[in-house]
């Protein structure tokens, strides 16, 4: 019961820190797209054609925004990090606490995933609304005369980045949750690795971001592929596996306090 209380004291301290930058960076996601669609839209010559949604959606840079808000997100979370060992040296603080040292790695490890659901959230929302402000505008060109029925659903159907962001099978949620672990265990063990100079954990770090990176450009481009669903079992379980490396490695570094 003491663990977890200081587990919790940590996570809501480390969560207030997040809070303002993660509320802009929701924001951002949410109102930018809708921005963005509005101005794509709003092309007569397009409209005429009667663009897809989920083509109008990329070629608005929707996508490119969310890979930027993601980056910054990353960025953050490493920044919050090194704030530690700068200036005052926080990090020697938080290791005299009266509690486990795992507490301070999961606390921030925690915050850090919540923080990209929050991210990944603010996503379908503004997926969501900005399908309502294309169907107003297809409706007010047509005056009316346009009747679109499970639009949306259809557009997730035939969209490879909105799957990516909210899969419709068991094989792809598994890729998903594994892309979201190794993203987030995968930038915390490369931080913890430069702090200990230990720079051997940097290859499974390279591997893990090939992995990452073949799963991501396959499941952005799978209208090219033919194979089954069963194809992404592999590199699933494989990032599943160094993403419990990478915890597993940085829990041993801060108990022996190699981190400070």
């Given at each position: ?118 991210l990944l959230a603010a996503q379908l929302i503004s ?11 297809a409706r007010s060109v047509y005056e009316g005369k ?19 962001l909210l899969p419709f099978s068991f094989s792809r ?88």
């Amino acid at each position: 019961m003491i663990r977890l209380n200081g587990l919790y004291r940590l996570l809501n301290h480390e969560f207030s820190r997040w809070l303002r930058f993660i509320a802009l960076l929701c924001a951002a996601a949410i109102i930018v797209p809708l921005l963005l669609l509005h101005s794509a839209s709003s092309d007569s010559g397009e409209l005429t054609a009667h663009p897809r949604y989920e083509d109008l959606y990329a070629a608005s840079g929707c996508p490119i925004l969310f890979l930027l808000l993601l980056t910054l997100l990353c960025a953050y979370f490493l920044i919050t990090i090194y704030r530690g060992y700068w200036s005052g040296k926080s990090i020697y603080t938080y290791l005299t606490l009266p509690v486990r040292r795992e507490s301070l790695y999961f606390s921030k490890l925690f915050v850090f995933i919540a923080c990209l659901l929050l991210l990944l959230a603010a996503q379908l929302i503004s997926i969501h609304l900005g399908y309502a402000i294309f169907e107003h505008q297809a409706r007010s060109v047509y005056e009316g005369k346009l009747v679109m029925h499970n639009g949306l659903f259809l557009a997730f159907v035939r969209s490879d980045f909105f799957r990516l962001l909210l899969p419709f099978s068991f094989s792809r949620a598994l890729s998903s949750f594994s892309i979201l672990a190794v993203i987030a265990a995968g930038f915390y063990y490369g931080a913890l690795c430069e702090r200990c100079r230990r720079y051997e954990g940097f290859a499974a770090i390279a591997a893990a971001g090939y992995l990452l990176y073949r799963a991501v450009a396959y499941r952005l481009n799978e209208v090219n592929h033919y194979t089954s669903p069963t194809g992404l079992y592999a590199s699933s379980l494989l990032m599943l596996a160094l993403s419990g490396l990478f915890v597993w490695h940085s829990l041993w570094l801060i108990r022996r306090g190699a981190v400070a």
